[in-house]
């Protein structure tokens, strides 16, 4: 289990990432609202959640999995629109075993 301490450091550069750019979309008029630096929006939360949950994808791939695991083979639940709450589904195999494949073939 990850350390609580540990994941509130790893939460806080997204978190102000987020913060700033909420702040510039909003200065700037951009039609989605993430809230702003004092207070982020569900969608700003979202978003945030969704960068950490990236970098996890990226750096916590077990050493038994990482000869044919990818970024893009983690649980795609934590991801979800930030407009619909709709979460992103799986891949249909493994991603180095449908690269090159067309969606054709897939399906």
């Known amino acids: 289990a990850d350390?609580?301490?540990?994941?509130?450091?790893?939460?806080m550069?997204?978190?102000?990432m987020v913060r700033r750019l909420a702040?510039?979309?909003?200065?700037y008029n951009y039609p989605v609202d993430f809230g702003d630096w004092k207070k982020l929006s569900k969608k700003?939360?979202?978003?945030?959640?969704?960068?950490?949950?990236?970098?996890n994808?990226?750096?916590?791939?077990?050493?038994?999995?990482?000869g044919w695991m990818t970024f893009r083979d983690v649980d795609p639940s934590r991801?979800?629109?930030?407009?619909?709450?709709?979460?992103?589904?799986?891949?249909?195999?493994?991603f180095m075993d449908i690269k090159g494949k067309t969606i054709a073939t897939l399906e």
Not at 3 to 11: K, P, S, T, V, W
Not at 13 to 16: G, H
């Open 79 to 94: 991801f979800v629109s930030i407009h619909t709450g709709t979460p992103a589904c799986a891949l249909p195999g493994h």
């Open 23 to 27: 702040r510039d979309m909003k200065e």
């Open 3 to 11: 350390d609580e301490r540990a994941m509130i450091l790893n939460q």
């Open 44 to 55: 700003g939360e979202t978003f945030v959640k969704m960068l950490v949950a990236s970098g």
């Open 57 to 66: 994808a990226r750096s916590k791939i077990p050493k038994d999995e990482s």
């Open 13 to 16: 550069p997204a978190d102000f």
